[in-house]
């Protein structure tokens, strides 16, 4: 994963990276071990916060972590090898009981949940920022007459403010479905019914709980074969990228200076060309609509390892679900962030819109006047709802912020 | 859309086909007239059921206006036309003011919405036979041991009723997002901003709300070009498939004669070959399978058609929707009366499961070996926490069963 | 299938229809009855194309068949039993002939080619008209200047010959794809080693080889899990549809009234709205866009199959290929007739054009002032090498006219 | 892209990744101009070799380029501005023609195909292992009787080597595609009309055939907005990796202990599990079926990048397409050299597959049975024509060998 492939990239942060995963696999393990000393199943002379949590991920570490991870099928067994014998260079007991009651799936599910739950709370902030920005659009230009345009031509009048309250409902969708997600832990052992932990003589879920609570996860039994976690995860991340996308369609369209009713916002070497020198490309619109357009596609491939698994935990379904995942959630934050900066410094060219209304006025009034003549009304000019549908957008923005 | 092609299709009877979508639009129309009527709009001499609603659809219109559709772009476009002059044989005025206020998209997704109402209607009521199904199977064999299995290979002892019960969450949470799906009805009108209704001097939130309410669906405002009603729709149906196809691939897996540890019901002429008389497939599994596989490209069409949406009403990625969406719709309701029959005949071989344990015994314990070294426990045999897997899914299934 | 949910739909005719299907699975068995004949392995007093040619395929026997497709979880199975049946009772010995050696695999694989064979027919006769329509358009504009617009903005000027020439070049990528596939016979037999003319004590290759010659089918061997002929077809038939799609594109961009540079053909009746009477949509470029969108995921659906075969045949994928080809199929010829249609008659505003060039002028000579600066030519106005792509395009497609 | 999230990923070596990437633009650039001076349109003086090529790409600039990428939008812009400073420092001559002529597109595409083509030598190499070893299988196994399966169920009696020559003829279906690639360079200018050389006062076309003779690329023309060179790139490589995973799936299916009649070659430590001492899992079939079943989604993010393709370069399709590509070409040269380590080292149990087919014998001798009584021959054991399709595959393979 790197910008120069897929520019922008750098907004994700650590987010799904390598060193993002493995931190959280540590985190996992260090739970699980802290869960069976406390539920009494390990020595109470154990400390895994201690001697398992503070556990530096190096650089170093990486490359042979991902390199050593194809013998294993993932990335979880080379990471136990590897973590077991760190551990036991300082701690031997712990280091024997590290990782006891798991499997490699409970260890990368239940980093995967982390990292989403992390994902989530930094997606949930860039949309607070998109609907305080959209949220003032739409107030600000209630007024603001423009065509409106459906299957390219004019069709009647509509007030910006309108375009940017339905922008706004499509956000607010996809925050609805992103904040709605939960983030199960994934406790399930070596094929699902927990019995590793029942050879310790521990009750299994007593010591899930006990985990899951410490990770600031859900218990809720295992689903090595049951991903409804992760395509739901990916289902709201799909959402998001389109909400952005529906808007980034709109800048590139109406920013096209034969209509130039929108512009991005301008930066300092941005959307210049390598051949033109008078060229601003709307970048940060094409790298949004990139995002809103890859996006089924990973999602299908969720959709599919979901569909592909079968016996306690699958031969190669469960392997595809990570790289699209990971991918999704940088590609979703890259885009969240840039869709923050495009609407906070939007250009709104009222003057233009009004212009190309007047140009446009016989064409979009015939839907009024061929609707006036069957009530005998006359004269004037049509007006839709736009002003109750800004009103009812902006107060669904409200709701939703104060309830975050 | 036929069984030639998706063998097993007629199983989903009228579901989204031409005549239930043409049907469903026809609703949609009367609803709007009476709700102009309602709301004092139009004449108090109208009588939209009468007039409108009564008018039957033969065959031989449907191929007419699917012909017709081209010209519009739409199905609704031709079917206005048709139905206008149908109703103004009659009513002329009724005929002048049909379809006032709305667009041929407030038509096309209204109509979507319903068909997906009565679609989920029907998929929950599978759903709750192959709940029953499932608790039985789970409860009957608490006791039935098997090797459980991950990547093919025997990893350790489980249950075929925990198995059972892992099969019943999975059905169980995509019950869960089929079940909270919502549907509203779309009254935008031209360009998403009602102004057809306000040119009529009407109140357009009124008239929406009383038309909705006539349809049992949700009114929300416009939603023309933010698609999450139709994207959550595909997201759960392709999440069931998933869960059905979960179940399949583990029948496929247990009923090749080498493992015989399940085995589809039995149905005279099921499974036959055109080459081999002592064959029988297991067929359902095989369609079940199937369209498990293939419902993430069909989600992913309805999810790039969300992504592309722009303007005020969009220019091709509308369009894409209906196809899939129908097949989506169509291959769940099949696939879900399929799993329904092969819960409820599914044989367990007891036996065979617990002779194949056996053999694999020493394979099977070396977790148990493993750990129970660790806490100095020794001899017997490994159990994992089975029992109260399938107490906690049997828990969660009558409460499922009890709320829905 | 339907023009409802895909409008345009009738345009593809019978193809891969379920008439057209059941009607190749005939000629098969025909051809395969024929070649037992003329091999010697079956009576010599057998004639296939009287007994078995030539039965009807009627209405109420498509509904029969699809309905009994389920049972034996492929289109062939019931239409074997059927068929036998039909034989059986005017020739008695062709019925007990019939379909020996075959497998049910055998028999919808190679129907599917022979549909195939005839769909790549008439897709390449609607690819013939458009090279000629796009041919003339690119002659006839090579002096037509207009702005070259890359990211939505302005870049340099181009002439619409140009443009055209972009058209044709792609166009013409799509029909060699499409015109180099080879469309190859199955019979494999039960399990893809030709076991049931061994046992009839023939020579299965020589049989093989007769068959495919009376259909006009390659004969290579089994491919039952090589899905290399299908996959192939479904690569050729998406490269049309984005070949189509990038035409459409531009017009729907270029037919914007604020661009006004292009505009469909007319026709009464099309482009029409159900609720703004002055509307002319580009339904056609809308639809050939649809298609476009929507064939990438269909052909997803193709390549999984391949990717998911396994055993001597399949239990899943192969029956997820025929809804999906059958789909891709239709959609194809339904945009190659539209796109041929859209190419016929493409208004071309060389006016509008021109005074956009000369509105941005300034603008798009940007690189030309850059570049002429290092090479201290001043003056003048840039021109690029367009006639000369023109004329190299022209040529190209003089070339595949001769050798089709 | 690592082996963390993908395991297996270094066996792609830098394919495909950042520095292959900048490497490769770093030669399209220098060729470029090379081909300036060479036609005559630079100064004779420039040495675009010395200048340009030697430039060495370090570590650090790779992450200052990946960040600086999104302000223009693709990975060229910046690399050129980077690229132009480096050189300016010792050449300022070179530095001021650098890049004249082309647009960031033409950088980027050419680039791609640049590594494309290495690509295809280093998988065709990895392929001809992979028909060696399956040659020898085939040739090897001629003899070695097994159940045929079909549809997860006994069907007849067939030959490994019968198998092991349908795998081979699914990997040179996939290498005939592969093998007839061709790989255009990109050199359209700004906007696809080679404006740039002509202002200049150069031969576009010779400049052009001039460079990409230097990089061992055909020159075609401009392909801008018709992606066929990298749809057919993605096709042939989704194509490969289909037939790998067919191997992979029987793999998996039969080293299941219950079947056991192949297991993958062992290697220390590999498929060992994390909580299971005694497990082996068959981990390349496993990594090598999770590729085959991504592809599909990766290509038909190509696909949908070629249909969303306009004007004269597109606003966010072309922007689609790096990462897919760059992913594909990875999974897929590891899939490769994973395939190959699978086929070097399989086990055949032959002596299992003679067990089971004479536990099956009655079964799958039903088919032979039934077609003896049609012809009066009477006892004996069916024999398929595996020999032939055993020939027929080693026949081919060898003449494929000769003609690389």
């Not at 609805?176 to 070596?190: E, N, R, V, Y």
């Not at 940060?284 to 390892?305: D, E, K, M, T, W």
Request: proline share 5%; hydrophobic share 45%; charged share 20%.
């Amino acid at each position: 994963m790197s910008g120069l492939l897929w520019p922008g990239d750098e907004r994700a942060g650590p987010t799904f990276g390598d060193a993002a995963f493995v931190s959280a696999m540590l985190e996992v393990e260090t739970a699980w071990l802290a869960a069976l000393v406390q539920t009494g199943v390990a020595p109470s002379s154990l400390d895994a916060t201690r001697s398992v949590g503070g556990q530096p991920i190096g650089g170093t570490d990486l490359a042979a972590l991902s390199a050593a991870a194809e013998a294993g099928g993932n990335p979880a067994v080379a990471f136990v090898s590897w973590l077991r014998e760190e551990v036991g260079e300082r701690d031997a007991p712990a280091a024997r009981w590290l990782h006891r009651g798991l499997t490699s799936q409970d260890v990368v599910d239940s980093a995967v949940m982390l990292l989403a739950k992390r994902l989530q709370r930094d997606v949930l902030a860039e949309i607070g920022r998109q609907v305080e920005a959209l949220a003032a659009l739409a107030d600000r230009h209630r007024s603001t007459e423009m065509v409106g345009r459906t299957l390219t031509q004019p069709a009647v009048p509509i007030t910006f403010g309108a375009k940017a309250a339905a922008w706004l409902q499509g956000v607010l969708d996809a925050a609805d479905d992103l904040g709605s997600l939960s983030f199960p832990a994934q406790f399930g052992g070596a094929a699902g019914n927990r019995s590793g932990v029942t050879a310790l003589g521990g009750d299994p879920a007593s010591v899930a709980a006990c985990a899951a609570a410490a990770l600031g996860l859900l218990e809720r039994g295992p689903w090595h074969t049951d991903r409804a976690p992760v395509t739901r995860l990916g289902a709201a991340l799909t959402g998001c990228s389109a909400a952005w996308g529906r808007i980034a369609n709109d800048v590139l369209t109406l920013s096209r200076p034969e209509i130039g009713e929108l512009a991005e916002p301008f930066a300092v070497g941005r959307g210049g060309s390598s051949a033109m020198p008078q060229k601003t490309n709307p970048v940060l619109s094409v790298l949004i609509r990139r995002a809103a357009l890859s996006a089924p596609a990973y999602l299908s491939l969720l959709q599919l390892a979901a569909a592909d698994a079968g016996d306690e935990r699958p031969a190669g379904a469960w392997h595809v679900e990570w790289q699209p995942l990971a991918l999704l959630a940088r590609h979703t934050l890259t885009a969240a962030s840039q869709t923050s900066e495009l609407l906070a410094g939007l250009h709104v060219g009222a003057e233009r819109m009004s212009a190309t209304l007047d140009a446009h006025r016989d064409d979009v009034s015939s839907e009024y006047r061929s609707l006036a003549g069957l009530t005998g009304q006359r004269g004037g000019w049509a007006h839709g709802d736009d002003d109750a549908l800004v009103t009812a957008a902006l107060q669904r923005a409200r709701e939703w912020a104060a309830h975050r």
